[in-house]
């Protein structure tokens, strides 16, 4: 990106320019800000690109991960879901498929329970601030997760991984969660339009992150351990994962397992990878179909399937399963 910059002033004289007229001063300011995106956009499909919609339908939209955040991470470290706990927040919405409390440690226990009791309160806020969505129908059994983890592997793991038989694999799937909700949060913040939205967004990103870090961090300690039965590392499981999500989302790479090659460390200077971001260590944003591509597990923002069996809910995604009816697929 530096030597682009450098490229930049040279071509348009920022730095050598001699003093223009008011004719060319008025057509350099015209044309930069067209040949500077052209310039520094990289080239992607339309279906990578950020939609229209409400601030509502955002938050309603990003509700669909809070919830299966909440019920992964209370049903993993307490054996019961939000409907324990507020279940006016699910609006009637299902319960999800095949939670259960997982075989953990103290100290990770503690950690998952804290992360529960956060992902009742965004659900709270955002039901408070916009009227929220119903919740759901989710699927957090061990034989989705057996899926997800066999298509990031790239062959049938055996036996099946069972995300509730060890901290370790807990941690794993953990990790195949609450990153993409932060990508939507980065992703959706610069298309709202109200500043309660964007202190509303900015106080659930900060969560987001926070609980995406810790993931990573605990996950990081443990990078060169085998993870049983398998002759896997966990480093080579996130590196599987993160793989996956990208080739799902088919928008370039938005996600990094904990060692990469230098050229995607932070300023090429390292392979350790604690926190995912781009060259500029920048959190990776991504759109709402792209999310819906990864979380569906189908590659397909039209196919539910993955985490939501039949499909997420609010206008946003909605519409997506909507368009697809009409054509028949």
């Keep these: 990106m530096q030597e682009g910059n450098k490229i930049l002033s040279n071509k348009f004289g920022y730095r050598k320019m001699a003093t223009p007229s008011t004719l060319c001063c008025a057509i350099l300011l015209f044309l930069f800000p067209l040949q500077f995106m052209a310039t520094t956009t990289p080239s992607c499909p339309g279906d990578c690109e950020p939609i229209d ?12 991960l809070e919830f299966l955040e909440a019920e992964f ?48 309160g965004h659900n709270r806020e955002i039901v408070r601030r916009t009227g929220g969505i119903p919740r759901p129908l989710i699927d957090i059994s061990s034989q989705n997760f057996a899926k997800l983890f066999d298509k990031a592997a790239g062959y049938n793991l055996d036996p099946p991984f069972d995300p509730y038989e060890d901290p370790i694999k807990y941690m794993l799937a ?114 709402p179909q792209e999310i819906l591509r990864i979380v569906y597990s189908t590659g397909n923002e039209h196919r539910p399937g993955g985490f939501f069996p039949k499909g997420a809910n609010g206008r946003i995604a909605r519409e997506y399963l909507y368009n697809d009816q009409l054509r028949g697929l």
């Design 53 to 64: 919609a409400d601030d509502n339908d955002r938050f309603h939209f990003a509700q669909n």
């Design 174 to 287: 953990v990790y195949a969660i609450p990153y993409v909700g932060l990508n939507g949060y980065v992703g959706t913040t610069p298309c709202l339009k109200r500043f309660s939205s964007k202190q509303l967004v900015a106080g659930l990103l900060g969560v987001e992150a926070g609980q995406d870090a810790v993931t990573r961090e605990w996950l990081y300690k443990k990078g060169d351990e085998k993870v049983e039965p398998y002759d896997i590392t966990v480093v080579e499981f996130t590196n599987m994962i993160s793989g996956l999500r990208n080739e799902l989302g088919k928008c370039g790479i938005k996600d990094e397992g904990l060692i990469v090659p230098k050229e995607l460390g932070a300023e090429n200077r390292t392979t350790s990878n604690v926190l995912s971001a781009d060259p500029n260590s920048l959190s990776y944003p991504r759109t």
């Design 73 to 120: 991470f209370l049903h993993g470290a307490l054996g019961k879901g939000l409907d324990a706990f507020e279940p006016e927040l699910a609006k009637g919405g299902p319960p999800p498929i095949g939670g259960r409390r997982a075989n953990l440690d103290y100290l990770t226990r503690r950690i998952i329970e804290e992360f529960g009791y956060q992902e009742i």
